[in-house]
């Protein structure tokens, strides 16, 4: 339970007190300033609390806005103020800073103390306007008070009865419900998504907000529905395709409401954010997979395909995450002629639409999957996906290169740690690091991308151009270590150096699929999709901590899985020293093996930060 302390002027016929009830809050109501700070303190510890002034009018959304959105420790609308129990100390002391401020006033004699000073109704006056001082004192602390962008909603605390009665025709002029309803709508979805999905999704988040659902619950629902259009397409017949095509959508459509409907009930957690990011990559390779098993029931087999889509989506992404964190909170990622002209074709209607629709975000990418399922086979479902998403990723790679190379200011320390846990770099490549840190600092600037790029070349050609039991590509797996290691060896402050990271990714998951391909036996390529998916999500989680604040996983982790260069040069040598049979089986075990510690890793830190009341997250990107 949360509690609101109502505080000044009561003012006759007002609907405050139930709203503040109906957005889940105990009110209680504060006699004087001294009666405020005393119900704050008995307020226990783990609540919410807010300081509301009795005069608000505005739209009940402007409140749950100002109020009740977990993300936030502190936050702010006109006439209110919120803590959550880690802003709770510093919403005390502004509270007691103004009263003792008030008491200071009185025995200086400039006036007598205000908080005994009644008006109408018996309320004492030093309550009125006391929300906006104490979240102005805040503000004058330093302290970091969410305000919520209202638009046309109305929150406002008049200090007339003609400027209510204009605050309450203001509110009656906007429907609180509709306003409610288009912002649960990301501002920036993809064509497919903004034009197919969202007009009545967003209703469906409403009926589901209605009868109590949560978020976490459709996240499953889309996961589960997702999954069983998989099966679908794994029975390789037609009706099954077209069946796995209908239920691909319905669970996009799914994967779309559980978004509204955190947006639009603002029940936003650590958790469902985890969940919500997961399940898709979850959701798309499994798809996949059932592709390939119906295609092989067909006789045709494309787990080559299968396995070089997810690696393409996965490279994609990782493209994404590691220049984003590399330009995070930096003004000089926003400048330079790149930057300028995607400007201004932004402030062209029609080219916003087509700028959103090549890079195949994942509306489009899921639309266009399930029409080819339901009309074609999965072998030209593959080449249309591989085929539209290295055009997306050639598109979006040049013009985040193009950036790069105009700026002309350094990464941040932020930025080149976050760097160097998305290179995820194991015991081999940091022995290495440490002990090569001096030839390292004498190379020149575009060094780390190079060294990664040239290293990665070496292993999977090396790995897809020789045969399969021979020596070569351990030779090209010991090159790309000290090459990896070389690249890490000093801060990855350069400014192509955020491309280090996709190299690494690239050159892991190729090695995998080319000599998995190259063993040519049955199951060699089923079990390195489950090795490279088991690695995807190891690398999908360590984005998902960094974005949440929380840092890479843990050393003994990376460890333990040997880092990206350690299972590269693994899977190399058990492939020089195996039968292809055996390989597979090898390729199966340690799918087997990373998969079990990462999962249970991951699964214990998520639960964790989510019952420990980490703060809550939305992601409002998405990965293309």
């Given at each position: 339970?949360s509690?609101a302390?109502?505080?000044?002027?009561?003012?006759?016929?007002?609907?405050i007190?139930g709203?503040l009830r109906?957005?889940?809050?105990?009110v209680r109501?504060a006699a004087?300033?001294g009666d405020?700070?005393?119900?704050?303190?008995a307020v226990p510890a783990g609540?919410r609390v807010?300081?509301?002034?009795?005069?608000?009018?505005?739209?009940l959304?402007a409140l749950?806005?100002?109020l009740?959105?977990?993300?936030?420790p502190?936050a702010?609308?006109?006439?209110?103020?919120t803590?959550q129990?880690?802003?709770?100390?510093?919403?005390a002391?502004?509270?007691a800073?103004?009263d003792?401020?008030r008491d200071?006033?009185?025995?200086?004699g400039t006036?007598?103390?205000?908080?005994?000073a009644?008006?109408q109704?018996?309320a004492?006056a030093a309550?009125?306007g006391?929300a906006?001082r104490?979240a102005?004192?805040l503000?004058a602390?330093?302290?970091?008070?969410?305000?919520?962008?209202?638009?046309?909603l109305v929150a406002?605390v008049?200090?007339?009865?003609?400027a209510?009665n204009e605050a309450?025709q203001?509110?009656?002029?906007?429907d609180?419900?509709?306003?409610?309803?288009?912002?649960?709508?990301?501002?920036r979805?993809?064509?497919?998504?903004?034009?197919?999905?969202s007009?009545y999704?967003?209703y469906?988040?409403?009926?589901?907000?209605?009868r109590g659902?949560?978020?976490?619950?459709?996240?499953?629902?889309s996961?589960i529905t997702?999954l069983t259009?998989a099966g679908?397409a794994?029975t390789?017949t037609?009706g099954g395709?077209v069946?796995?095509g209908?239920?691909?959508?319905a669970s996009f459509?799914?994967?779309c409401?559980?978004?509204?409907l955190?947006?639009?009930s603002?029940?936003y957690?650590?958790?469902?954010?985890?969940?919500?990011?997961?399940?898709?990559?979850?959701?798309e390779?499994?798809?996949?997979?059932?592709?390939?098993?119906?295609a092989a029931?067909g006789?045709?087999d494309v787990?080559?395909?299968?396995l070089?889509?997810?690696?393409?989506q996965?490279?994609?992404?990782v493209?994404?995450?590691?220049?984003?964190?590399a330009n995070?909170?930096?003004?000089?990622a926003a400048a330079?002629?790149t930057?300028a002209?995607?400007d201004r074709l932004?402030s062209?209607g029609?080219?916003v639409?087509v700028?959103?629709?090549i890079?195949?975000?994942?509306?489009?990418?899921w639309?266009?999957?399930?029409?080819l399922?339901?009309?074609?086979t999965p072998?030209i479902?593959?080449?249309?996906?591989l085929t539209?998403c290295?055009f997306?990723a050639?598109?979006?790679?040049?013009?985040r290169?193009?950036?790069?190379?105009?700026r002309r200011?350094?990464r941040?320390?932020r930025a080149a740690?976050a760097?160097?846990?998305?290179a995820d770099?194991?015991?081999?490549?940091?022995g290495l690091?440490?002990?090569?840190?001096?030839?390292?600092?004498?190379?020149p600037?575009?060094?780390?991308p190079?060294?990664a790029?040239?290293?990665?070349?070496?292993?999977v050609?090396?790995?897809?151009?020789?045969?399969?039991?021979?020596?070569?590509p351990?030779?090209g797996a010991?090159?790309?270590t000290?090459?990896?290691?070389l690249a890490?060896?000093r801060?990855?402050?350069?400014?192509l150096d955020w491309?280090v990271p996709p190299?690494?990714?690239a050159?892991?998951?190729?090695?995998?699929?080319?000599l998995a391909?190259?063993?040519?036996?049955?199951?060699a390529?089923?079990?390195a999709?489950?090795?490279?998916?088991?690695?995807?999500y190891?690398h999908?989680d360590t984005v998902?901590?960094i974005r949440?604040?929380?840092?890479?996983?843990?050393?003994?982790l990376v460890?333990a899985?040997?880092g990206q260069e350690g299972?590269t040069?693994?899977v190399?040598?058990?492939?020089?020293?195996l039968?292809?049979a055996?390989?597979?089986?090898a390729?199966t075990?340690l799918?087997?093996?990373?998969?079990?510690?990462?999962?249970?890793e991951s699964i214990?830190?998520w639960?964790?930060?989510h019952?420990g009341?980490?703060?809550?997250?939305?992601?409002?990107g998405?990965?293309?």
């Open positions: 339970m509690t302390i109502l505080t000044g002027q009561p003012v006759p016929g007002s609907s007190e709203d109906s957005l889940g809050f105990d109501v004087d300033a405020a700070e005393a119900l704050l303190a609540q807010a300081v509301v002034d009795a005069r608000f009018v505005g739209h959304h749950r806005l100002g009740t959105d977990p993300r936030f502190l702010a609308v006109p006439g209110a103020v803590a129990p880690a802003g709770r100390e510093a919403l002391r502004a509270v800073r103004d003792a401020a200071d006033a009185a025995g200086a006036s007598a103390r205000p908080s005994t009644l008006v109704g018996g004492p309550l009125d006391l906006d104490v102005a004192a503000d602390d330093g302290a970091d008070v969410h305000r919520p962008e209202l638009g046309s406002a008049p200090a007339d009865p003609q209510r309450r203001a509110v009656a002029a906007v609180d419900e509709a306003v409610r309803l288009k912002s649960a709508v990301k501002a979805d993809g064509f497919f998504t903004t034009f197919f999905i007009p999704s967003r469906i988040a409403r009926w589901c907000a209605r659902l949560t978020p976490n619950q459709v996240t499953t629902a996961l997702a259009a679908c794994a390789g037609r395709f069946a796995a209908v239920l691909l959508i459509v799914l994967d409401t559980d978004g509204q955190a947006r639009y603002l029940q957690s650590t958790l469902g954010a985890w969940l919500d990011a997961t399940f898709d990559r979850a959701k390779y499994a798809y996949y997979a059932g592709l390939a098993l119906g029931r006789g045709d787990w080559a395909l299968a070089g889509a997810m690696v393409l996965a490279c994609r992404h493209v994404d995450f590691s220049f984003n964190e995070a909170g930096d003004a000089g330079g002629p930057a002209l995607s932004d062209v029609w080219t639409w700028r959103r629709m890079v195949l975000p994942i509306g489009e990418r639309a266009m999957i399930a029409l399922t339901a009309a074609t072998r479902t593959f080449y249309a996906l539209g290295a997306a050639c598109y979006t790679t040049a013009g290169l193009l950036r790069s190379l105009a200011t350094g941040t320390d740690r760097l160097a846990d998305l770099s194991g015991p081999l490549a940091e690091a440490g002990a090569s840190g001096g030839l390292a600092r004498r190379l600037g575009a060094a780390a190079a060294l790029l040239l290293g990665g070349v070496a292993v050609a090396t790995a897809a151009l020789t045969g399969f039991g021979g020596p070569w351990v030779l010991v090159v790309y000290a090459a990896s290691a890490v060896a801060p990855l402050k350069g400014a491309l190299f690494f990714r050159a892991e998951y190729g090695t995998v699929l080319a391909a190259k063993a040519g036996v049955g199951g390529l089923p079990a999709f489950g090795l490279v998916a088991a690695v995807a190891h999908y998902y901590r949440g604040g929380a840092g890479a996983p843990p050393a003994w460890r899985i040997g299972r040069l693994l190399a040598v058990l492939a020089a020293l039968t292809a055996q390989f597979k089986v390729l075990v799918a087997v093996a990373v998969a079990l510690l990462v999962l249970a214990r830190f639960v964790a930060s019952l009341g980490a703060p809550a997250v939305h992601d409002e998405e990965p293309a």
